[in-house]
């Protein structure tokens, strides 16, 4: 386990599917093409500084990826841009968020995926690689996952990493339109690490 500031650095993660490396405003082009136009993608999405959902040209790509780089410069959010290492294509994004390095957490989270690479272990992969930093490289006791209560798709992707679901959170965000979010909060602990660890890495076998 190293020291606080290791939690707030970002080293490039290498899957067999994904890579992860920081989100940059390089990425902006690959952002538009795998979610342009596609409001299934980006509809419970709740990013800070995303205001129109799917990107609708390269200024609102840009956009996004500024914004996530502002919360990165306060600690507040450290976005990956999620590369497929087969084609080099810009695939989505995904953070870790709420990082606390005196209790040992963090959250993942602000995750999306070009419809293209949907239930293909991308994903999995994705947050197995996270996973993977946060428990063994940095030593977390406990990681979380915050969901809209409405995505049924995205609560079961991860009950599926093998979080336990702990309880609501009521009117704790407001949406793009609006409207009052209850959140649904999972988390891991590294007692459950070993085992969904095992899991995860068996599932992407399986292919």
């Not at 390089?26 to 995303?50: C, I, K, M």
């Not at 995750?111 to 993977?132: A, F, P």
């Amino acid at each position: 386990m190293d020291g606080p500031d290791s939690w707030y650095t970002m080293p490039v993660l290498q899957g067999g599917r994904i890579r992860l490396e920081p989100l940059a405003v390089e990425h902006a082009s690959g952002y538009l093409d795998a979610g342009q136009d596609d409001e299934d993608v980006f509809r419970w999405l709740n990013t800070p500084g995303s205001t129109t959902g799917a990107p609708r040209g390269l200024a609102d790509a840009t956009k996004d990826i500024v914004a996530a780089l502002a919360a990165r410069a306060h600690g507040e959010r450290l976005a990956y841009a999620q590369i497929d290492v087969a084609s080099g294509r810009f695939a989505g994004t995904t953070s870790c968020y709420d990082v606390a390095p005196a209790s040992r957490s963090l959250a993942i989270g602000h995750t999306w995926l070009g419809r293209q690479w949907w239930r293909t272990g991308h994903n999995t992969e994705s947050k197995l690689l996270l996973l993977t930093h946060a428990f063994d490289t940095l030593g977390a006791a406990r990681v979380v996952w915050h969901t809209d209560i409405h995505n049924e798709r995205s609560q079961a992707a991860i009950a599926g990493l093998g979080a336990l679901r702990e309880g609501e959170l009521r009117k704790h965000k407001i949406r793009r339109d609006g409207s009052w979010r209850t959140t649904v909060q999972y988390s891991m602990t590294d007692d459950d690490w070993p085992a969904a660890r095992d899991r995860l890495a068996a599932r992407l076998d399986r292919g």
